[in-house]
């Protein structure tokens, strides 16, 4: 169903009370400054013409039922009972700006707004929604009238699934070429959700690893599924048990194996809820470290990234160890040393070889450690690198970890 709302009837309508913005379905609100102001700009000239794409939750609930299909009948029936009308399924950006700027959250300025009369405003500079109507006499009031009067195209989706809200989202967005992780986090699978819940824990350290700009497009949910392949030993599927490798088409393939689960315990799920909550204690301790250690400040200067799959994997070793860390801060100081001196180690012990063979050619550096750190991402490296790695940890004293505490029988 196509229809038309003017931007008053808007504020009404998309409030985060009645419309649920799914995270499933959702790019970050990432726009600029600049890109609000544009878009004002364009709903001045009646250009704003990409419509909102919303569900209907009721009829979908009424849908879902009617078919069988008992995952959506369980997401349409929590959202409704939580009060919401719709489920966004894009246009969070868009929607998300025009209810701040009519509640006079935020301002706009440019220099191509346009009156109700069609004629041109001039410059506007920083204003909010109500210095818009303060004289009746002033060209502004003008642009209050345009824009408060403007229309804004919706589609709303009646009688549809929750999977096919996702496939409308990536339909909707593939000309726009979304990063990819947006298209894995929109699937029907438990394992998205469980990301989300896992990077919505370290939103702060994270920030300390990943630019700004690589977390508004998901690169920190994309991280966080990573580390949970990496971590991973066994799952309900044997063909899932095997070393992932981190290019698209293995993250692709880890995402889509749990499509039509609604959660981790549904019967034959192939993901293992109590493998991935321990893979999930590790990260959770990788950040802990991250979050207190001082030798990178987050907002000028990023944890490397070989730093953080040392890190991610020397935690792991402490956990199946038995160990906890009592000084996050100071384990964090004691495996960086522990890294960088194994990375010049292997560097000067690979020149040696090189030098001492008959055929330098014939010494094969995916056989030294400082190798194998720059590509975690394939299996077979991140396997060579773990055993370097988990070989010298049992040389270490470490000043700090200790062994945990027996549980009582």
Same mark, same amino acid.
């Given at each position: 169903?196509?229809?038309?709302?003017?931007?008053?009837?808007?504020?009404?309508?998309?409030?985060?009370?009645?419309?649920?913005?799914?995270?499933?379905?959702?790019? %970050?609100?990432?726009?600029? +400054?600049?890109?609000?102001?544009? /878009?004002?700009?364009?709903?001045? &000239? #009646?250009?704003?013409?990409?419509?909102?794409?919303?569900?209907?939750?009721?009829?979908?609930?009424?849908?879902? %039922?009617?078919?069988?299909? +008992?995952?959506?009948?369980?997401? /349409?029936?929590?959202?409704?009972? &939580? #009060?919401?009308?719709y489920v966004s399924i894009d246009g969070q950006n868009r929607t998300k700006k025009i209810v701040d700027f009519l509640n006079n959250e935020i301002t706009i300025s440019g220099e191509s707004f346009f009156g109700a009369d069609g004629t041109p405003i001039g410059e506007v500079v920083n204003k909010r929604l109500n210095d818009l109507k303060k004289d009746p006499a002033s060209p502004l009031y003008q642009l209050w009238m345009n824009l408060t009067h403007k229309t804004v195209s919706a589609t709303i989706h009646q009688n549809i699934t929750r999977e096919q809200c996702a496939e409308i989202f990536r339909n909707l967005n593939r000309t726009k070429q979304p990063n990819a992780h947006n298209i894995r986090q929109s699937l029907s699978t438990p394992v998205a959700e469980f990301v989300r819940e896992v990077r919505g824990n370290y939103k702060n350290p994270l920030k300390k690893v990943l630019s700004s700009a690589n977390i508004s497009e998901m690169m920190d949910d994309e991280l966080i599924a990573k580390s949970l392949m990496i971590l991973t030993r066994r799952y309900?599927?044997?063909?899932?048990?095997?070393?992932?490798?981190?290019?698209?088409?293995?993250?692709d393939s880890w995402y889509q194996a749990g499509i039509?689960?609604?959660?981790?315990?549904?019967?034959?799920?192939?993901?293992?809820?109590?493998?991935?909550?321990?893979?999930?204690?590790?990260?959770?301790?990788?950040?802990?470290?991250?979050d207190k250690q001082t030798m990178f400040a987050g907002n000028t200067k990023k944890i490397p990234k070989d730093q953080y799959w040392c890190l991610l994997l020397s935690c792991s070793w402490v956990f199946d160890n038995n160990y906890l860390i009592n000084n996050p801060a100071l384990f964090f100081k004691e495996i960086r040393k522990l890294h960088i001196d194994l990375k010049t180690k292997s560097d000067k012990q690979c020149a040696k070889d090189k030098d001492n063979a008959a055929d330098p050619n014939d010494v094969k550096e995916g056989d030294y450690y400082h190798n194998q750190v720059r590509h975690p991402h394939i299996s077979d490296s991140r396997i060579k690198m773990k055993e370097t790695l988990y070989t010298s940890l049992s040389k270490q004293s470490l000043k700090s970890i200790r062994l945990r505490a027996k549980s009582a029988d």
């Open positions: 169903m196509n229809t038309n709302f003017d931007l008053g009837q808007l504020k009404d309508l998309l409030t985060e009370q009645q419309v649920y913005y799914d995270p499933s379905f959702q790019r %970050r609100v990432v726009w600029t +400054k600049q890109d609000v102001n544009r /878009f004002f700009e364009s709903i001045s &000239k #009646g250009w704003a013409n990409a419509p909102i794409t919303l569900a209907e939750i009721e009829s979908c609930l009424k849908h879902s %039922r009617k078919i069988g299909d +008992k995952h959506s009948e369980i997401y /349409f029936e929590k959202l409704s009972g &939580k #009060g919401y009308q309900n599927e044997d063909s899932m048990n095997k070393h992932w490798s981190l290019n698209g088409s293995d993250i039509g689960f609604y959660n981790m315990n549904d019967p034959n799920c192939p993901y293992d809820p109590e493998e991935l909550k321990r893979s999930a204690n590790i990260i959770g301790s990788s950040f802990r470290c991250i």
